[in-house]
């Protein structure tokens, strides 16, 4: 699914986080978001999903993104008494999809008769990645989700993402794990005083994370005795 996203704008009170993002989404693509820590990702992902309120235009070929779109959040919600599997049922009953088979489609062996709240922060992560996947959406957001996963795990969903990519899906993910973004993405927005600074494709990751590290260490360390 091709999603256009014009001057989008956000704003807390006073502290202006999205100053006008323009964004192009194409089918079968995986884009990665970088920035700083309150660059404002988390922002634009709850604007893109219809969870905030913002100026601009989001606008997805042939419907509403959100009718289509699997939302990964940083720290997926979990009502109480709920468990893995009924957590799963009722994504599944959201997109009118069948909840069959569960246990065979359970890639993360989560302990699914469990409550969802009691998880670890990764299963959490990976109980909410399977909600999303399960539902057969056409876009999907994943903010940070090799964030607390196992070594496993993420080479697992690194796969899941090609295979998303294989199956034309588009994938926008964020990461503070350089290498994470290397092995999945085609291209990388750089997120940066409210703006898209930068967007970059393949050929120039290494240069990415070259001028990031510089920037990042540069002389900073030098104040230390090691
Ligand atoms: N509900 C809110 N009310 C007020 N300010 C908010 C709210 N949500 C986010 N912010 C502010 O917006 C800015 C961007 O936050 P956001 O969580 O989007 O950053 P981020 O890039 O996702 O950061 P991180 O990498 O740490 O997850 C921050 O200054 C944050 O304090």
């Given at each position: 699914m ?5 001057q989008?704008?956000?704003?807390f ?8 993002i323009?964004l192009?989404?194409?089918?079968g ?21 219809g ?6 235009n989001?606008?997805?070929e ?5 009718d ?6 940083t720290?997926?919600?979990?009502p ?10 009722l994504?599944c009953k ?5 909840d ?7 890639v993360?062996?989560l302990?699914?008769d469990?409550?969802a ?13 399977l909600?999303?996947?399960?539902q ?7 903010d ?10 993420a080479?697992?969903?690194t796969?899941?993402i090609q ?7 588009t ?9 994470t973004?290397?092995?999945?993405c085609?291209?990388i ?9 930068e ?7 290494e240069r ?5 590290a510089a920037f990042?260490?540069?002389n ?7």
């Amino acid at each position: 699914m091709n999603v256009e996203v014009f001057q989008l704008t956000k704003s807390f009170g006073t502290d202006e986080v999205l100053k006008g993002i323009d964004l192009n989404f194409q089918t079968g693509q995986v884009y990665g978001l970088v920035g700083q820590n309150g660059a404002g990702k988390t922002t634009l992902f709850n604007c893109l999903a219809g969870l905030e309120t913002h100026g601009g235009n989001v606008i997805a070929e042939g419907g509403r993104l959100k009718d289509r779109l699997g939302f990964l959040q940083t720290e997926p919600y979990f009502p109480s008494r709920l468990t893995g599997r009924e957590y799963l049922r009722l994504f599944c009953k959201a997109r009118g999809v069948p909840d069959e088979g569960l246990d065979t489609q359970n890639v993360f062996d989560l302990p699914l008769d469990r409550y969802a709240q009691q998880y670890s922060t990764g299963m959490k992560k990976k109980l909410g990645l399977l909600a999303v996947l399960l539902q057969r959406n056409e876009f999907f957001i994943l903010d940070e989700p090799f964030n607390g996963v196992d070594i496993h795990s993420a080479l697992l969903i690194t796969e899941i993402i090609q295979r998303l990519k294989n199956e034309k899906k588009t994938v926008l993910i964020s990461s503070h794990i350089f290498s994470t973004l290397k092995d999945t993405c085609d291209i990388i927005h750089v997120l940066d005083g409210g703006n898209i600074t930068e967007i970059i494709g393949k050929d120039d990751f290494e240069r990415l994370e070259r001028d990031m590290a510089a920037f990042a260490i540069g002389n900073r360390l030098d104040a230390i005795r090691f």
